[in-house]
């Protein structure tokens, strides 16, 4: 005997993030959903991005790692709220999680909050956290190739952005093909390329950053 | 290893039919858009894992990829876009407009005849 359903699977993950979704509108807040291989750079952009806003706007950060606790303290010491949600073993976060790493930053008084996701270029663009809006990175020693490799994670991006360009002088590396792959998959998404250890191209990112917070 | 939250939710779906039917579920189709990328085997062997000692133990899972339509902004062509091989087939341009991915739905379930 066959039942037929055409039941959405992920309806629960789904539940939630819509209720983060009007959390966030409610307390107008910009919600990031950072993602990216291991090594990056996903806590280098968020630590240089909260010395140098942290004035400006009041910034939380929810941490998503396998293990341990050293990304949340390095935003701790950073000065901004931070929650660390270790997956254990688990590639992703989920809505769930972030509900209620949420309460624990205090979120509502927030202007901006990050969540960096699980180091992963793949799982974790499969589930809506409820954020406002989602961030690529692909740095430059992972090789030009990840864009056709993983164009499932860059067409879902508002932004992507390709750090360590301070190392384009020294590994082979074919900018020309990355910005066409994403432009392949993703006709929209700024584009911005950055380097967050040593500072180049910030400013483009924290414009990109205060055109979403101002919409 | 997404599949893993994915199997559990399946399995939580198909439970809960189960218990309404009263009969042993034997086979399941779901289906997915590309970008979710789920792995086949992957998948069948995160819900075996799961379903291990529940009433769905022992259940095969079909998947149904479902294409992504494009549309070729150069010349209009509508098709169905490989995301390994991203050209137009017309003209073999890269700029493409898409219909909306499709979701992860549970399709339909098959369950053992009541007796
Ligand atoms: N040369 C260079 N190194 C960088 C840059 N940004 C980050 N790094 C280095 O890359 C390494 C990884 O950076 P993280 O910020 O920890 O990367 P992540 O994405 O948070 O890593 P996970 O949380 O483990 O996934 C560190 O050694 C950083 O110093 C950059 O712009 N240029
Ligand atoms: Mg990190
Ligand atoms: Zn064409």
Same mark, same amino acid.
């Given at each position: ?215 | ?39 086949? =085997?992957?998948?069948? /062997?995160?819900? +075996? %894992? ?6 769905? *133990?022992?259940?095969?899972? #079909? ?30 341009? =890269?700029?493409?407009? /898409?219909?909306? +991915? %499709? ?6 379930? *098959?369950?053992?005849?009541? #007796?």
């Amino acid at each position: 005997m066959k039942i037929s359903l055409g039941q959405k699977i992920l309806s629960r993950n789904e539940e939630c993030a819509q209720k983060n979704r009007e959390f966030f509108k409610k307390h107008k807040i910009l919600c990031l959903n950072v993602i990216s291989s291991p090594g990056a750079g996903k806590t280098s952009l968020l630590v240089r991005t909260i010395q140098d806003l942290k004035d400006q706007l009041k910034i939380g950060v929810i941490e998503g790692d396998l293990e341990t606790d050293n990304d949340a303290r390095k935003i701790l010491a950073a000065g901004a709220a931070a929650f660390q949600i270790e997956t254990k073993g688990a590639c992703h976060l989920s809505a769930e999680q972030v509900q209620n790493a949420l309460k624990m930053i205090e979120a509502e008084k927030m202007d901006l909050v990050f969540i960096e996701n699980v180091g992963n270029l793949v799982c974790p663009s499969a589930f809506d956290l409820g954020e406002s809006k989602r961030v690529v990175i692909l740095s430059i020693p992972e090789g030009d190739d990840k864009p056709a490799k993983y164009p499932g994670t860059f067409a879902g991006a508002s932004v992507v952005l390709i750090n360590k360009i301070d190392l384009l002088a020294h590994i082979e590396f074919n900018l020309q093909r990355v910005l066409a792959d994403i432009r392949t998959v993703n006709p929209t998404a700024q584009i911005l390329q950055l380097s967050a250890a040593v500072g180049e191209g910030m400013q483009n990112w924290y414009n990109w950053l205060k055109e979403q917070i101002e919409k | 290893m997404h599949e893993t939250m994915v199997a559990e939710n399946i399995l939580r779906a198909i439970v809960e039919q189960a218990e309404k039917i009263g009969t042993r579920p034997l086979s399941a189709v779901i289906s997915c858009g590309q970008f979710n990328t789920l792995n086949d =085997e992957i998948m069948q /062997f995160a819900f +075996d %894992a799961a379903a291990a000692g529940t009433v769905c *133990e022992g259940m095969t899972l #079909k998947i149904k990829h479902i294409p992504l339509r494009a549309t070729c902004r150069q010349c209009k062509l509508m098709f169905e876009f490989d995301l390994y091989n991203p050209h137009c087939p017309g003209c073999r341009r =890269e700029e493409f407009d /898409f219909e909306p +991915d %499709a979701p992860l739905l549970l399709e339909e379930i *098959e369950f053992e005849e009541p #007796k």
